[in-house]
Every structure is written in C-alpha cells, then in structure tokens.
C-alpha cells in the first residue's frame, strides 16, 4: 500500500566468513523446546497440560493456560516452579528428542541453510541505537550513564549477569521508550511486558535469507549464453555444463533475458529431448561462490594496543561466505504514529535511510579497526598483516558486521566513549575467567585462520548489502 507500507529485496555479500551460532537461534530459543543433558526435546503441551493435572492440580493448568494465552508460557521456568524439571518428567511429556544442535554449526531449515532473519535485524538494531546514543552523547547522557553502571559491576557478585543488564538497559531507555499515540495503542491487547509494545523496531520487518548452494544442484543454475532467433529461443548453459532453452516469445516472468544474467532455474520441461525453462528467477552471479567451510578461531587478548597472547578456540566454527537476498519492509504508518509527539524523531523514514544508517556505523567501526592495525603491535606472537590487508582492501564497502564478534558493548558503547571511559568499560565489563585476567580483548577482535596457518587471516562477519528493488 503506497504510503502506508515499503518493502524491498536486498542482496546481502559477504567480505567476510560469517558466523552465526545455531545452538543459540535453533530449538533452544523457542519456546516448545527444552534442553536436557545436552538433548533437546520438543514439548507436547497437551501432555504438559495433563501432568501438571495429575500431580499439582487444576490450579497449575490454569496458570499454565494463562501463560500459554498471554504469550509468556516458558516450559523450562514452569516445570522449575513446580518441581517437575527432570530428565525423566521431560522424557513423559516430549513428542520426540535430537541431538542438540552446536553453537558452533550454521543454523539451517531441513538442509538447506539460511541466515535468520533475527540475526539481521539484531545488527540493524545496533546500528540505530549507535545514532541515537550518539545524538545523546552531546549532554553527556551516557557517559554518565556508563558511569553510573560501572559502579553497579563493581560491586556486582555476578559480573556477567550484570553486564547482560547494562546492555538490556541501553536498549529500553533508548529503542523501547517510546510510546504510539492513542489511534495504534490498544491497552486491551497490550502484552504484559512493556518492552514488545514500545519497541520502534515492531516497525521493521525482516525475512529469513535463504542460502543457495550451486554447487549442489548445479542444473538449477545457469548463464544466458547465446540468442537463437532461428528457433525463437535463448540458450542457458548451467554449472554443470548442460544446454537448456528459454523460449524467446514469451520468456519466463521474472527474469532479464540479455547475455550473461545469471538465472535461478525453477521448473523444466521437456520437448523432443529439447529441456525447456518454464519457469525461472533472477539469480546472480556470485551464488556460484556461495560456501559453508569451517574454520578454526582465535581471541587475540590484546593489552596497550599490543597482542600479547591468542586463545585458540577448540572447536571449529561453520561459517556462511558468498550472496543471498532476504526482504526488509517498513510499516510506515506504524513508524508515523511512533514518530508523533515524541521528543526525539526517528533517525530513519524509509529503508534507504535504514540501510545508510547501516553503513555509517560500519564505517565507524571500521575506522576503528584501521586505527588500531596502525598502532605499533610488535611484541606479541600474532601477526595481524593479513588482517590490516583486508581492511585496507575493502574499505569503504560494509554495510552492516553479522552474527559472532559484533558485541554491542565492543562497538557501540565502546566507539562512542574517550580512551579513558573505554578502557574502564573494556576492563571492568569482561568478566574474569579463570587463569586470564583480564581478557581485554573486545569481541570485534575474534579471528579466523586456516589449518595450515598459525595467524589469523581474516576477521568475521562483513558483509555489504545492496538494494535490488521493490519486492
């Protein structure tokens, strides 16, 4: 509906292998799901509903129900409450057990893997909060919110938990503090938690990027290769080599029919042992790239700007490199109410200012990244060479840094702070872990190196994103 709804595809390229953790954004964050002894099992909730019965009483279904309806039914926490958290009490109730997923794996639907959603937006997320956050910096609101928090780890017995709260808090006071006018607001159906109902991001809508892989199924992929007017047909040559025909008059919807588009086979034919396209999409060119590797990972624990020692994680990580579309659309009747008689208008109208604001953020951090690999490293046992090249490289082309090693307290915070501020936040925020303290290694500086190398090659999570259109 113009005016009142955009939406656009987006083709998202990586510059970097990026890693996002399945066991995080698999079963274990939905709410059917509980994990047991590192088995996850899926709930049947009428199963649920009939043990709570037998051993705790209609009162205990009644509250399970209203959680249920309300939306905040958590089966972990209920069972917890009533005593029923066990190995054994799950097994009664579950409609089946998988193995749990590694956070170390891709996440994936069946077998095809695919980027969540989630984890675009949540990026996204980050790149608004640091314009808003910025615009208060100029009344030192933060720093003295920074402060103020600082004090709190300080004196915290459970520093982690603590740092989980300080983040939570920058996104309520900052994304979640607004409030729709009357004509959105409906108190009858707003939930129980605030947080959902004034959060601006309900605006904001982001599909699942599905990520094709050519070298699969080589036959669904092709190249416009050569016009036969003669025959009233354009030929496509596959991966695999295979000649296939478009008929010229009329072509499949969708697709450009100029030499050299690379295409998205959908449905064939056959016809006097001639394979015809009967129906196709746009592809492009550099699916053909599209992997999912593994790699070992490293955490370079840096101290006055220096490497002075690398954590080498034990397992290694899947990570996605290549191209895949996901669509973004904008309710902007929504971002309108939220926008009236607030004190502070939102810093994006439309998805082309969204994907700027992306963009500016990156470069901050990629400035920062560039500013630290100028500093004097000598000293340590990692050579960064490799990593100052790709910065160097592509400069000026992310948009937006995905999944593992984007920490909101590592970029967002950290960027925005003095060197004295941020060296406190950096040391007092990590929490200690044994034998290492501290780890003053920000997330952003988790690497990756091949096999055969015994220093980091590349950083994680890169990508530049680029608008294809209207959906």
Wanted: aromatic letters at 8%.
């Amino acid at each position: 509906m113009p005016g009142k709804y955009e939406s656009k595809t987006v083709l998202l390229t990586t510059l970097s292998p990026v890693h996002i953790g399945a066991g995080q954004l698999g079963r274990n964050h939905q709410q059917g799901f509980i994990t047991v002894k590192d088995k996850d099992y899926l709930i049947d909730t009428q199963k649920l509903q009939a043990l709570l019965f037998e051993t705790k009483g209609l009162a205990a279904v009644e509250k399970f129900i209203g959680q249920m309806e309300g939306g905040r039914l958590k089966i972990e926490n209920l069972l917890k409450d009533y005593n029923l958290f066990s190995e054994n009490a799950v097994k009664k109730i579950a409609k089946g057990v998988l193995p749990a997923r590694k956070g170390t794996d891709f996440p994936k639907s069946g077998d095809h893997y695919y980027i969540p959603g989630s984890s675009i937006k949540g990026s996204i997320r980050t790149a608004v909060l640091f314009h808003m956050l910025r615009e208060r910096l100029k009344n030192n609101q933060l720093k003295t919110f920074v402060k103020n928090e600082i004090k709190k780890l300080e004196k915290s017995r459970d520093r982690k938990k603590t740092r989980e709260s300080f983040a939570k808090k920058l996104v309520i006071e900052h994304i979640q503090k607004y409030m729709p006018v009357e004509s959105i607001a409906n108190p009858d159906r707003r939930p129980e938690s605030e947080g959902s109902f004034k959060d601006v991001f309900r605006a904001v809508k982001i599909k699942d990027a599905m990520i094709e892989e050519p070298h699969l199924t080589p036959d669904r992929f092709g190249e416009i290769t050569d016009f036969d007017p003669d025959n009233k047909r354009v030929i496509v040559t596959t991966l695999s080599r295979r000649k296939v025909f478009v008929p010229a008059d009329p072509g499949p919807e969708k697709i450009k029919l100029q030499k050299g588009e690379y295409i998205k086979i959908l449905q064939t034919e056959y016809s006097n042992d001639v394979t015809i396209i009967k129906r196709a999409a746009p592809g492009h060119k550099s699916f053909r790239n599209n992997r999912i590797k593994k790699y070992p990972a490293m955490l370079c624990s840096l101290r006055h700007n220096k490497v002075q020692h690398k954590h080498t994680f034990h397992d290694k990580y899947e990570t996605f490199q290549g191209s895949a579309f996901f669509d973004v659309s904008l309710d902007l009747e929504l971002m309108e109410q939220f926008n009236q008689n607030q004190a502070y208008i939102l810093p994006f109208h439309d998805v082309d200012s969204l994907l700027q604001l992306c963009k500016t953020f990156a470069a901050e951090i990629w400035t920062e990244e560039q500013n630290y690999l100028a500093e004097d490293n000598g000293g340590g046992d990692v050579d960064l060479n490799a990593i100052d090249s790709f910065y160097t490289k592509y400069k000026g082309k992310a948009s937006l840094r995905l999944g593992w090693g984007s920490g909101m307290l590592a970029t967002t915070v950290s960027l925005l702070l003095d060197e004295p501020d941020r060296k406190e936040l950096r040391d007092k925020a990590v929490p200690a872990t044994p034998g290492t303290w501290p780890l003053p290694a920000p997330k952003s500086r988790r690497l990756l190196f091949d096999k055969d190398e015994n220093n980091p090659i590349l950083p994680f999570g890169w990508v530049q994103l680029e608008e294809t259109g209207n959906d």
